[in-house]
């Protein structure tokens, strides 16, 4: 990285009284340059990455040079070239952080969901780059910057601050995308941005609350949370007005951690939804908080009354993680009773963390034992768009080559949706840039015209992207998207059941 490209660093907060008395010696013995000394000894862990909060997380913006996670290794190098390449080529060009917790935590997806989004992203920064390959211009060109808020995004205040610097900086920063996971911490980044007015587009934060009336800023390629409980409660209304057939019981399981934006608001949505469309809900009270620490042992205890009452279907209003959790309780024996969880796009986290393929295999056989039934909404699936792009409007066929011979991955890995999410944000994102500079592609593209232009992005004036066509409402929510209904095997893979609609 040349000395005009450095990433702006934030000021280092000092957190130990052994580093301020390290750095009082060596400010003494050197002088002004001991403060450099202790700043590249200590805190620094590359140029605009220094240490964060109580773990010493590595925070901060990359071109991709740091590698902020060992399964991150390979796509950073990838987005460095293609980064390199674009600083080399003399175009003109602008830069978008995706902005993601990289150095995760046990609140976080894993790691592979996150190296799925940047994979995409990364595609969509070849389509835009590459005439060939997206026939959408090349001016500008794009950079991909790689922000890492840390786990659970905890350290969003040092990165927001980082990316503010850069709005107006030699790294021409003109938007941010990803976001991260619906919760407290992300709503404030969001906050922060929009008020430092850095149009976002989020990738896969569903949380309606993210968005608030009279706001502007934030934009989202994914469904919310009312549009995925909604659609789930009209498969299971039709599920219930079967004729001739038994009634069909529905309850739910929420999750009461009011710090978990995501699980909160799906619960609001689920039972709105449910009074809106007339599905009758069983209430039997069963709740849990992921906040405390016997998390297992309430799951453990709701397992015992699910199967002592015996609903037809349980909708899920928590983390794919606590689902988990809940699958392990109903193998116990005792229970075991055929129970069909219905839930949301966060089911990844089911298989979505560090483990051994000895230890997979065992949850695969406790699954099984258990007699539970995963059907969840997808924000996006390869099988989705087949008849809503037909032919050769289709857009999935290229991105699913595109995956193949430049990530080098199995297509399989294509069924969670991630990629897809990843690519459509940055993709979204890049269709903005490119009005924003005309169609001489030599007009100033600064955070304010990419901003103009997102507002654009409308029911007559869509982008299609590989996870559907995209159009925003009044607050920047997608408009008509449909989702993809899939049931999660217990060996991980997903068989598509059908395309559900809000």
């Known amino acids: 990285m040349s000395g005009e490209d450095e990433l702006p660093a934030p000021r280092p907060q000092p957190r130990r009284w052994l580093r301020a008395a390290v750095a009082v010696v060596i400010a003494g013995a050197l002088g002004v340059g001991g403060y450099w000394v202790y700043d590249r000894v200590f805190e620094q862990c590359a140029d605009g990455v220094r240490k964060q909060g109580p773990q010493d997380e590595c925070v901060g913006v990359t071109d991709g040079s740091y590698v902020f996670d060992a399964s991150l290794r390979d796509i950073s190098h990838q987005i460095l070239a293609e980064n390199r390449r674009v600083a080399a080529s003399g175009k003109p060009w602008v830069s978008v952080a995706y902005l993601q917790p990289m150095t995760t935590g046990a609140g976080d997806r894993g790691r592979d969901s996150i190296r799925r989004e940047l994979e995409g992203a990364y595609l969509a920064q070849r389509e835009l780059n590459d005439p060939q390959r997206g026939g959408r211009g090349d001016s500008p060109q794009i950079k991909l910057l790689l922000a890492n808020s840390g786990a659970g995004s905890a350290q969003w205040e040092p990165l927001v601050d980082q990316l503010k610097e850069m709005k107006d900086g030699d790294q021409h920063l003109v938007a941010v995308a990803g976001l991260g996971q619906s919760r407290r911490t992300t709503q404030e980044a969001v906050d922060a941005l929009r008020e ?62 009011e710090q978990d934006t995501y699980s909160t608001s799906l619960y609001r949505s689920f039972s709105a939804a449910s009074a809106r469309h007339g599905l009758k809900v069983t209430d039997l009270g069963l709740a849990y908080s992921s906040a405390d620490p016997a998390t297992a042992n309430a799951l453990s205890s709701l397992a015992d009354r699910v199967c002592a009452d015996r609903p037809d279907a349980v909708y899920f209003a928590g983390r794919g993680r606590a689902l988990r959790v809940f699958i392990e309780a109903m193998a116990a024996a005792g229970r075991r009773c055929p129970t069909t969880v219905v839930t949301a796009d966060d089911v990844v986290g089911v298989f979505d963390m560090p483990e051994s393929y000895e230890s997979r295999q065992a949850f695969r056989k406790v699954w099984e034992r258990s007699r539970v039934t995963v059907r969840h909404t997808v924000l996006a699936h390869p099988d989705q768009w087949t008849d809503t792009y037909p032919g050769s409007v289709n857009p999935l066929p290229q991105f699913r080559d595109a995956y193949r011979q430049d990530i080098r991955r199995l297509a399989t890995e294509l069924a969670d949706g991630q990629a897809m999410m990843g690519h ?31 507002l654009q992005i409308s029911g007559s004036k869509p982008v299609y992207g590989v996870s559907g066509p995209i159009r925003f409402d009044d607050r920047g929510d997608p408009v008509g998207k449909p989702l993809a209904l899939v049931e999660l095997k217990p060996d991980g893979s997903y068989d598509f059941l059908k395309v559900v609609w809000p």
Not at 196 to 219: K, L, V
Not at 229 to 240: G, H, M
Not at 425 to 433: D, H, K, P, R, Y
């Open 424 to 454: 459509d944000a940055l993709l979204t994102l890049g269709v903005a840039i490119r009005d924003g500079a005309g169609r001489q592609g030599n007009s100033p593209v600064t955070t304010g015209s990419t901003r103009q232009m997102l």
């Open 196 to 257: 430092a007015r850095i149009p976002m587009m989020g990738s896969t934060a569903t949380a309606d609350a993210i968005n608030r009336p009279g706001q502007t800023g934030f934009w989202r390629v994914a469904a919310t949370n009312s549009d995925q409980a909604s659609a789930a409660v009209r498969y299971l209304r039709t599920l219930q007005n079967r004729p001739g057939q038994r009634p069909y019981r529905v309850t739910t399981i929420k999750d009461r951690n």
